[in-house]
């Protein structure tokens, strides 16, 4: 699970004096404001993630790969990562299946770099999924020197991806204190306009 925390100071403000001028209207606008920010989250970090690594931001934004909360705690918000590590799969590899001739299986997390060798015990093997519209092959690892027992290759998980400070988080920040803003505002005046 990864936190990224939103200073929302301006925010706190601009509440709390709607607050008082419109209590009904300002506890409605504040909530659409957290569903709305939480939707915003995820496509910001979708094309961030995507932008450096080489997964699809579809595969980002997936409830069953990533999941994300939006949490409001006075002056700050708390934008909450969780999911589970990914298979290759999700990742750019070669060979995508399984063909006759032993090819090296090469893989590739991130976009800088290129391509690295998986290593020698590394091969294209079988899901055993049944419908035809599910993954049938993905990339394994002997554990040991015999055929089995073998293990799936596993890159980063999202919550991962979205730490690295450096390259995702600070443009994440960047766009969501004054979106969350700009919603507050306008649903603020929706509901007002409906009183």
Same mark, same amino acid.
């Given at each position: 699970?990864?936190?990224?925390?939103?200073?929302?100071?301006?925010?706190?403000?601009?509440?709390?004096?709607?607050?008082?001028?419109?209590?009904?209207?300002?506890?409605?606008?504040?909530?659409?404001?957290?569903?709305?920010?939480?939707?915003?989250?995820?496509?910001?970090? *979708?094309?961030? =993630?995507?932008? %450096?690594?080489?997964?699809?931001?579809?595969?980002?934004?997936? /409830?069953?790969? #990533?999941?994300?909360?939006?949490?409001?705690?006075?002056?700050?918000?708390?934008?909450?990562?969780?999911?589970?590590?990914?298979?290759?799969?999700?990742?750019?590899?070669?060979?995508?299946?399984?063909?006759?001739?032993?090819?090296?299986?090469?893989?590739?997390?991130?976009?800088?770099?290129?391509?690295?060798?998986?290593?020698?015990?590394?091969?294209?093997?079988?899901?055993?999924?049944?419908? *035809?519209?599910? =993954?049938?092959? %993905?990339?394994?690892?002997?554990?040991?020197?015999?055929?089995? /027992?073998?293990? #799936?290759?596993?890159?980063?998980?999202?919550?991962?991806?979205?730490?690295?400070?450096?390259?995702?988080?600070?443009?994440?920040?960047?766009?969501?204190?004054?979106?969350?803003?700009?919603?507050?505002?306008?649903?603020?005046?929706?509901?007002?306009?409906?009183?």
């Amino acid at each position: 699970m990864v936190r990224v925390t939103v200073d929302s100071t301006d925010l706190e403000k601009s509440y709390k004096a709607k607050l008082a001028e419109a209590p009904k209207e300002a506890k409605q606008a504040f909530s659409r404001m957290l569903l709305d920010t939480e939707r915003h989250a995820q496509m910001v970090v *979708a094309k961030q =993630v995507s932008a %450096i690594y080489t997964i699809s931001s579809a595969d980002v934004k997936n /409830p069953s790969i #990533a999941s994300v909360d939006v949490i409001s705690r006075g002056s700050e918000t708390l934008i909450r990562y969780r999911g589970r590590t990914l298979t290759w799969h999700h990742f750019k590899y070669t060979p995508r299946s399984r063909g006759r001739r032993v090819q090296p299986v090469k893989g590739a997390v991130k976009k800088a770099g290129g391509k690295k060798p998986a290593g020698a015990r590394a091969f294209i093997g079988g899901t055993g999924a049944g419908s *035809a519209s599910k =993954v049938q092959s %993905i990339p394994f690892w002997r554990v040991g020197k015999e055929r089995t /027992p073998i293990k #799936a290759i596993h890159g980063p998980s999202v919550p991962q991806m979205v730490l690295n400070e450096k390259e995702v988080v600070p443009p994440v920040l960047e766009d969501l204190g004054p979106y969350m803003q700009d919603r507050f505002e306008h649903h603020f005046g929706f509901y007002l306009s409906k009183r």
